[in-house]
């Protein structure tokens, strides 16, 4: 179900920011946008499921369980999961805040 929403989500959202960045620029440099625009997308997706999964392991250890992940109990998983769900808000926050700080510098 997670995934299925997810999969809802992205694409509601990438189709027009594609479209956005397209629409700015001469048909020459769209090809090159395209490939970084999805190396982007691509890097920050791996980079995210890295960091959760660095998350995951801390806070298996921490808890003492050093097993499969398909022997853990749910409250260990939850709480692995909120974790990483929190970190994950913690690098967003991080970047509105630099954001923020570079439209007051302009």
């Not at 997670?2 to 397209?22: C, D, H, R, T």
């Amino acid at each position: 179900v997670a995934l299925v929403v997810y999969s809802i989500g992205y694409k509601l959202f990438q189709s027009p920011v594609n479209i956005e960045i397209m629409s700015g620029l001469q048909i020459q440099k769209s090809a090159i946008a395209s490939r970084l625009s999805n190396t982007g997308r691509h890097l920050a997706m791996t980079l995210g499921s890295s960091i959760a999964a660095i998350v995951f392991v801390f806070v298996f250890h921490m808890s003492g369980f050093y097993g499969e992940i398909m022997n853990a109990n749910t409250s260990l998983i939850t709480s692995a999961t909120t974790q990483a769900m929190m970190v994950g808000a913690l690098f967003c926050f991080g970047g509105f805040i630099l954001k923020i700080r570079q439209y007051k510098k302009v």
